[in-house]
């Protein structure tokens, strides 16, 4: 029988060689924008416009127009095949709006506004808030959940913690490539993001309740095996499923980044690492976590650490 379990300490490795990266992006990010990601006019105050000519052009040379225009600072990305351009900047009222598209199409030729959207402070604010409060009562709402469905199996409320440090390792590894992506390539962070992040964590403790509700089944059938085992034969009876589920939607969401517009690749591509985050930390992170507890594995560790100066 493959032995999934007696492997953990490479598995929490290989998740720490993944996260680290993006605590330092996300760090980086803290120091310069002052967030753990680039954050969109969603999440602060400006405008966004977007436009499209009938040629290819340069962000730069777009960005010399509309600073002529008195926009001071402006974010210029070109998208697809450089016909289309997002111009984000500070508010700028309508008749600066109309002063801009005149100079750009002056410079460049005809153009086709698609979007034009400005935000307040006081959404971006309340954006912000509303973001942090819908993570948090989704997690406090996964472990009651799971400390409720887990209440006649001996210690439930490890199971929420274990499924809740999956759905942190999937939030550190989604926030983290955005982060790493926003300091390189400039992306950033807007409503989509966080559709994308409690879309992920919903895969996530989906995939993690799968095993988690095997192993409750288990437990009463094997006693007298070791808890190690049991949970590694279920692991294994539940692999297949789990699987076949997240494989399924990874193909779509495939197929999407590559052939989807432009707009949603960002939201397409973090649905497309979180999930697969999801798949690997609910086999290989939240059940070996229990093992690791019912084990006492951390605190032996702690033990004998302390022992070996006495010793000494």
């Known amino acids: 029988m493959l032995d999934i379990i007696g492997k953990r300490k490479w598995y929490f490795l290989l998740s720490a060689l993944v996260i680290i990266p993006g605590l330092v992006a996300i760090g980086i990010s803290f120091a310069r924008y002052g967030a753990p990601v680039r954050l969109g006019i969603d999440f602060t105050s400006g405008s966004l416009l977007e436009v499209r000519f009938d040629r290819a052009v340069m962000p730069g040379d777009v960005r010399a127009v509309v600073e002529g225009q008195g926009v001071a600072d402006p974010r210029v990305q070109t998208v697809g095949d450089g016909q289309t351009v997002v111009i984000r900047s500070r508010t700028i009222e309508a008749e600066a709006k109309l002063a801009v598209e005149a100079a750009l199409e002056q410079r460049f030729g005809s153009l086709t506004e698609l979007r034009f959207e400005t935000v307040g402070p006081s959404v971006g604010r309340e954006v912000t808030r509303a973001a942090v409060a819908a993570v948090t009562v989704a997690a406090l709402a996964i472990l009651a959940y799971i400390v409720m469905a887990f209440r006649k199996v001996p210690n439930a409320f490890r199971y929420g913690v274990c499924a809740l440090a999956a759905m942190l390792h999937d939030i550190l590894v989604s926030v983290g490539l955005f982060s790493l992506m926003g300091l390189l390539a400039g992306w950033e962070a807007d409503a989509l993001f966080l559709t994308a992040l409690l879309t992920v964590i919903g895969f996530s403790v989906q995939d993690?309740?799968?095993?988690?509700?095997?192993?409750?089944?288990?437990v009463p059938k094997r006693r007298g095996e070791p808890y190690e085992l049991i949970?590694?034969?279920?692991?294994?009876?539940?692999?297949?499923?789990?699987?076949?589920?997240?494989?399924?939607?990874?193909?779509?969401?495939?197929?999407?980044?590559?052939?989807?517009?432009?707009?949603?690749?960002?939201?397409?591509?973090?649905?497309?690492?979180?999930?697969?985050?999801?798949?690997?930390?609910?086999?290989?992170n939240a059940v070996p976590l229990l093992v690791v507890w019912e084990k006492d594995e951390v605190g032996r560790f702690f033990r004998q650490l302390r022992r070996q100066p006495a010793m000494q």
Not at 212 to 218: G, K, P, S
Request: net charge positive; proline share 0%.
């Open 231 to 284: 949970v590694n034969r279920s692991l294994l009876e539940t692999l297949h499923r789990s699987l076949a589920t997240q494989l399924n939607a990874m193909f779509v969401l495939i197929a999407i980044l590559f052939f989807g517009g432009a707009t949603i690749k960002q939201f397409v591509a973090v649905m497309l690492v979180g999930m697969l985050s999801g798949s690997y930390s609910s086999i290989f």
């Open 208 to 218: 993690t309740i799968v095993v988690f509700d095997r192993i409750r089944e288990n």
